[in-house]
């Protein structure tokens, strides 16, 4: 990934952050009939490995987890936070010298590492309760669903149909291009810009990029 330097992104929280807030990833493999892309929301467990490990599941109908060579394989996992198109109208210098094009405004975080295969019912079992936990929990219900408010054997028949992923992640690589190479004025006039479309979240990042 191509990361001009104003535009790096490498502290360990925020490329953390990233992975929590949209875990809906990306995963690129290389198998044999070439590269595939499969978008798998993914949990992350920061504690374990140097830059933390990813967890997911896939349905053991996709091949994906049967291509993987018994000592593992590299992969890349992509994550994307927010992003915005910007309109050279929103830089109040524009009207100075006429010199500003669009531009897009996004942060993407790469997650490198080696994926292994995890075909184990607790395992999973556990993976899926954790991830309904925090995702309902994110929708805000007064009475979030929950695994046992299914019957049991339709549970289970489900996660017989799943298989576990484990990546333990070797390399972050992070780009947070929100105008820090432009004016402080028009940084923010373009924030208010993407704010007045309802995008707060892109919005909020572009204001707080001014000490990046």
Excluded: C
């Amino acid at each position: 990934m191509y990361i001009p330097a104003p535009f790096e992104e490498s502290r360990p929280g925020e490329l953390q952050r990233v992975l929590r807030e949209h875990p809906l990833g990306a995963l690129i493999t290389h198998g044999p009939n070439g590269l595939d892309a499969n978008h798998i929301p993914f949990e992350l467990d920061a504690a374990t490995g140097p830059h933390g490990t990813l967890r997911a599941h896939v349905a053991r109908a996709n091949p994906v987890w049967r291509e993987v060579p018994a000592d593992g394989a590299d992969v890349l996992v992509i994550f994307q936070a927010s992003e915005a198109y910007i309109s050279p109208n929103w830089y109040p210098s524009k009207p100075e010298h006429h010199r500003h094009v669009p531009t897009w405004n996004y942060q993407v975080v790469h997650a490198h590492g080696r994926l292994r295969v995890v075909d184990d019912e607790r395992f999973v079992r556990g993976l899926v309760a954790r991830l309904t936990r925090e995702h309902e929990q994110r929708s805000q219900q007064a009475q979030p669903w929950k695994m046992g408010d299914s019957a049991p054997d339709f549970i289970n028949g489900l996660l017989q149909a799943i298989v576990g992923i484990e990546i333990e992640v070797t390399r972050l690589v992070g780009k947070s291009k929100l105008g820090q190479n432009r004016e402080e004025r028009d940084r923010l006039g373009a924030a208010a810009g993407v704010a007045g479309l309802g995008n707060l979240e892109a919005a909020e990042a572009m204001r707080g990029a001014g000490g990046a």
